[in-house]
């Protein structure tokens, strides 16, 4: 008796031993379609990408509008204005990691393809940083703005606007589940004459601690 | 008289039959033998010597060989092999191995059944080592390190890697525990290298005021992080002109673990008594003989930090920013209640095998009284897991000094209580305008002979 439950335990344990194997990790592509992942602690792609393209495209419309203070290229058409994005701040709860540099270059792109602006390299942008050795929020200065542009002309890069971008966010809590509001400003700024122009536009996010949380907090029941 | 002579057909057929089972759990205990006894302590204790001697060449020659004569010690071997190759000179080569081990560890996090049984058999030895929570996150340090001082490409992945594992292993930790308890403990430094990789790139200074202020909450007496601090909420990087240089000083000898015998807690008990009956219909006896177990020794130390001169004007000392001594110590204690189970669970499942191999061959006196001996001689060969990082550091201190453009001479000198207890160290630099020098020297102790690495060393050369 004794030696079949001994028998039975150690063939308990051999199953157990041969089906609990290592695994391996898969990756497969995404198709440009498909929804992008929620992130369940912080914010990723499916708030950034709505929050860039919101932004970028009300920025552009705005833009867009031809005055008469418009200088004429040589075809007759009015010239690109040359845009220096300056940089991205974070100023939200979250640590943006590895997306903040994503960010940059998806804002540069977007108005790289507009018809009315020309992006400066960032490259170059870094150049200027380096020779003048000045923080970012100091370019705002009148007699830091006129050092930079001078430098940057110097380079062949002459400028017309300073480019920011702000991210920050605003969280609500309620007993197990919280929502986060993601706002994305841009602050456009005219180095001829200091004047800016600000945009923003803004994602809001609920996570919550249980799978109910969502019907809960946010079904048109409520209140 | 003949033993054929003496016992009749059917005993001596009975008695053939048991010493072949004899010979067979003999054979059984014999291959079980050879896999305990020897711990990783006892292996690496010459290589380690070796190192401290400032022997590279013979270390490395000494660990590679480990490496191929233990399959379940190459990952922790490799792991050395990465510090003496980044202290070679041979940063691109130990970032490689440190890759290896990382993405190995990431593999191994998984559990293995099949490993788990057999180190009931024989000792934790066995199961695939997956490296220590503080070990992984060292790691990315160290790939980080090794990064900068070759051409700093993937420097700042490792950064954020190192972030992302904190957070992973700090769910996992709160996953096991309840909460985050004190045990968890983040290294500062991953943050802070984050922070000085963000503010060399003189834009991002809100991401190293974040990263710096992680680093200053765990540190709060460290009086260079408030100056960091300080220095990225208004000031800038570094003025035109200058440059900046980074000393990463590897301080005393670090912690290893050795093998110790330990008296069961009430704790460690009763995780191994919901082990034990899991496994079969067996209690776990009342009282457990000393059971061997791993402990985290560390050595003494005649330095704690490295004094900085450039160009003989004296700059200050170096400032902790991971103490692995204490890192250790605490992970250890985190873990030590499930290391003690599992060996009592195998004491007892290695008892119950005993027994019912007794039973099965019948209850005679004297084989009785040698699958006894045996039996202790199986307990007795068991060793414990003392598989770890060997070759780290006590402590990683840091010192950023903002310098000229141009070449310099860089002075280090081991300290203790502020006052110098070894000869001087020197090494050529060179300074770029705005951007950072990456020097990274070591200190096992107050004599000790390894070398200082500076990020620029194979520029400096060319030229010189």
Known sequence: MHRRNWLKSISVITIAGMTGCRGYQYGHVIKPTAENMVGSHEAGAEVFDPLIDEAVAKLLARQNI??????????????????????????SAEDIGDFKDKIYNQIDSKILES??????SKRMVDAGLHETRMRPDALLLPDNMRLFTAVLERNGAPVDYLLYAQLTSGTTKRNSSTQRDYELTLELVNVHTGMNDKLSSEVRKGYHKTAGGKFWNYNPLKR | MTPRARYPFKARLSLSLHNQNLGNLAACLLVLLLTGCSTHSKRISQPRNL??????QACRDSLENLAKSNRHDRDVVNLDLAVVDLLSGQAKQAEIKLRDVRDRFDHLEQDSLAEKTISMWTDDQARSYAGEDYEKILIRVFLSLSSLMHDGVDAESYTLQIQDKHEELGQRFAERNGNKGPEYQPLPLGFYMRGMLREATLRDYDDAVRNYEIAASMLPNSQPLLWDINRVKSGVHSQPGQGVVYVFA?????????????????DALLIADRIVSAVGPYKLPPTVAPIKIPDIAVPPSDVDCVGIRIDNSPIGPTSSLANIEQLAVST?????????????????????????????????GLTAVGMDLAGIAWEATEAADTRCWGLLPRDIQVLRVEVPAGDHQLHLNPLLGNRPVGPSKSTPIRVVDGLNTYVICWFPDARSV?????????ELLSSN
Do not use: H
Not at chain 1, 68 to 87: E, T
Not at chain 2, 355 to 362: E, I, L, R, T, Y
């Open chain 2, 332 to 364: 250890y204690r985190a873990n030590r209640n499930s290391i003690i189970a599992r060996a009592v669970a195998r004491r007892v499942v290695k008892k119950a095998t005993v027994v019912a191999a007794k039973n099965s061959m019948g209850k005679e």
């Open chain 1, 66 to 91: 031809v005055t008469d203070d418009c200088p004429l290229g040589p075809n007759g058409l009015p010239m690109k204005k040359s845009i220096c994005f300056v940089g991205i701040e974070n100023k």
């Open chain 1, 115 to 120: 018809t009315c602006f020309q992006s400066m």
């Open chain 2, 450 to 458: 390894s070398q200082i690495m500076c990020s620029n060393r194979a």
């Open chain 2, 51 to 56: 190192f401290y001697d400032g022997q590279l």
């Open chain 2, 250 to 266: 590897m301080v005393g000898r670090g912690p290893y673990k050795v093998e110790v015998a330990e008296q069961p807690t009430s």
